[in-house]
T-cell receptor, first 112, second 109 residues
Framework: EAQVTQNPRYLITVTGKKLTVTCSQN?????MSWYRQDPGLGLRQIYY???????DKGDVPEGYKVSRKEKRNFPLILESPSPNQTSLYFCASSLYSFNEQFFGPGTRLTVL | DAKTTQPPSMDCAEGRAANLPCNHSTISGNEYVYWYRQIHSQGPQYIIHGLKNNETNEMASLIITEDRKSSTLILPHATLRDTAVYYC??????????FGTGTSLTVIP
């Protein structure tokens, strides 16, 4: 089944404890992206990747890192999480940037 | 940056057509208009996209004005399952996506 998977789905952590949210797609898509969703602010793009080893900042990249070492994986790294990064996070992929994006199920992160 | 403006909320009677407007006055000539929807806190779902011409698929129709400064998503026969937040987006410079806050559509029985 063609899909985008994210892990974990739920995470509660404390300020400053490094964490990684994984994202994987099995559709051989070139474009991958991370979004965060907060009440009243809609979906905001954090980082995106056009292909392996190519990543770019989105609207709200501060406090996040990404890597794209393989086409199928696009992990989101929070080196030192803070409470303002408490949010619902979505990973998405598409064949190219101008194609339909497929979204993962979301990761709900709480930073205490 | 090509951004969009949508009404925050709309209601539609079940079985009637739902017409969701979107303004994108700064859109560039080679930028596409996309529509997605999100039900509760699930991942957004692609609906349709277009460049200049009107488009139709099994889910909806997309009408883009001739000057491309606005568009309308049409759900021809809205059902209760169409209650969702609908996002109109365009591809920004450098292939960034700007989702905005969308329109919350409530389909009323």
């Amino acid at each position: 089944e063609a899909q985008v998977t994210q892990n974990p789905r739920y995470l509660i952590t404390v300020t400053g404890k490094k964490l990684t949210v994984t994202c994987s797609q099995n559709m051989n898509h070139e474009y991958m992206s991370w979004y965060r969703q907060d009440p009243g602010l809609g979906l905001r793009q954090i980082y995106y990747s056009m292909n392996v080893e190519v990543t770019d900042k989105g609207d709200v990249p501060e406090g996040y890192k990404v890597s794209r070492k393989e086409k199928r994986n696009f992990p989101l790294i929070l080196e030192s999480p803070s409470p303002n990064q408490t949010s619902l996070y979505f990973c998405a992929s598409s064949l190219y940037s101008f194609n339909e994006q497929f979204f993962g199920p979301g990761t709900r992160l709480t930073v205490l | 940056d090509a951004k969009t403006t949508q009404p925050p909320s709309m209601d539609c009677a079940e079985g009637r057509a739902a017409n969701l407007p979107c303004n994108h006055s700064t859109i560039s000539g080679n930028e596409y208009v996309y529509w997605y929807r999100q039900i509760h806190s699930q991942g957004p779902q692609y609906i349709i996209h277009g460049l200049k011409n009107n488009e139709t698929n099994e889910m909806a129709s997309l009408i883009i004005t001739e000057d491309r400064k606005s568009s309308t998503l049409i759900l021809p026969h809205a059902t209760l399952r169409d209650t969702a937040v609908y996002y109109c987006i365009v591809i920004g410079p450098g292939n960034q996506f700007y989702f905005g806050t969308g329109t919350s559509l409530t389909v009323i029985p």
